[in-house]
Nanobody
Framework: QVQLVESGGGLVQPGGSLRLSCAAS????????MGWYRQAPGKQRERVAM???????NYADSVKGRFTISRDNAKKTLYLQMNSLKPEDTAVYYC?????????WGQGTQVTVSS
């Protein structure tokens, strides 16, 4: 059974930065491609970024150049560094496998970008 626990969200002004973390349980973390997803009020959950087991990355166009996904397999932790945040980045952020597995959603972490 895999458990995912997201943290690091908060309230930040436009242009600010946050670093999200996702702690994973289970011994298979290092072999999975992982992703960050987000869901804004009234919108569908969308993929923000993904990283393969080998470290290759891919980003949604809306965050390219501003967000960086990374992973520490020894710590079983996934990260998302978010810079130059915009109000439209406001959402609950989740981590999951990539492609997503709907049995593995955690509680998410709220990111609010507002002045």
């Amino acid at each position: 059974q895999v458990q995912l626990v997201e943290s690091g969200g908060g309230l930040v002004q436009p242009g600010g930065s946050l670093r999200l973390s996702c702690a994973a349980s289970g011994s298979m973390f290092s072999i999975y491609a992982m992703g960050w997803y987000r869901q804004a009020p009234g919108k569908q959950r969308e993929r923000v970024a993904m990283i393969t087991s080998g470290g290759s990355t891919n980003y949604a166009d809306s965050v390219k150049g501003r967000f960086t996904i990374s992973r520490d397999n020894a710590k079983k932790t996934l990260y998302l560094q978010m810079n130059s945040l915009k109000p439209e980045d406001t959402a609950v952020y989740y981590c999951n496998r990539y492609p997503r597995d709907d049995t593995y959603w955690g509680q998410g972490t709220q990111v609010t970008v507002s002045s």
